[in-house]
């Protein structure tokens, strides 16, 4: 997505080989047009594949996933992340390990909110080494619904996230996939 990976170049700061900061535009100020066209470019590309749910993971995920949810006219749920492990029957959990951060959290999703049978389609902004959407894929697994796509906002290539979260099954598509990036330089894939 050409206009995503201008506003990369323009506005994103990477912090060494391995973080994007993307404050002025993603996770602390947002761009409001950009995450409109990209939730446009999500619903334009998963549009007939026949999903019914979308799911994000708080909190970074939730504008370019509101975006997509109202651009397919569909319910978006936000996943939760508590600290500890909660003892009840409607709640499935998983523990996900974020590399980046060095942090780990409980996955939390009420099965209320995940009806057997749902077809889901995951918007998040970063995919590093797909550990949060593996997360994802075994709590919708765990609720009787399917993972059937994953969008994602911007993709560090060099992590192996894609390549894991396709042999899942999933339709990953990344709006902009990072191949190598440095204090004074990001390239892109060839796409
Ligand atoms: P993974 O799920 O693909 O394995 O990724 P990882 O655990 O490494 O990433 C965990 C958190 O770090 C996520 O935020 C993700 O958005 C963020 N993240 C990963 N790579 C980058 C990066 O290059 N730049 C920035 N700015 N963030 C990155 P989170 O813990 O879910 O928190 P939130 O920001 O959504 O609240």
Redesign the pocket.
């Known amino acids: 997505m050409e206009l995503l990976k201008q506003k990369i170049l323009s506005a994103g700061r990477?912090?060494n080989n391995?973080?994007?900061?993307?404050?002025s535009f993603?996770?602390h100020q947002v761009d409001i047009e950009l995450m409109q066209a990209i939730g446009q470019e999500f619903a334009h590309y998963y549009a007939e594949k026949g999903i019914t749910r979308i799911v994000t993971?708080?909190?970074?995920?939730?504008a370019p996933a509101a975006m997509t949810a109202l651009a397919l006219k569909l319910p978006l749920v936000i996943l939760k992340?508590q600290s500890s492990r909660i003892l009840d029957e409607d709640i499935l959990q998983t523990t996900?390990?974020?590399?980046?951060?060095g942090?780990k959290?409980e996955l939390t999703l009420k099965h209320e909110f995940m009806p057997k049978g749902e077809r889901v389609l995951l918007i998040?902004?970063?995919?590093?080494?797909?550990?949060?959407?593996?997360?994802v894929h075994t709590l919708i697994t765990q609720a009787g619904a399917q993972l059937y796509g994953i969008g994602i906002v911007?993709e560090?290539a060099f992590?192996g996230?894609h390549e894991r979260l396709q042999a899942m099954g999933c339709d990953v598509y990344s709006l902009a996939r990072i191949r190598s990036m440095n204090e004074n330089q990001i390239e892109f894939m060839d796409e």
């Open positions: 990477p912090k391995n973080v994007l900061l993307v404050d993603i996770n993971v708080e909190s970074s995920g939730i992340k996900v390990h974020s590399f980046t951060k942090t959290y998040d902004d970063f995919l590093a080494s797909g550990d949060a959407a593996v997360g911007i560090k992590q996230g």
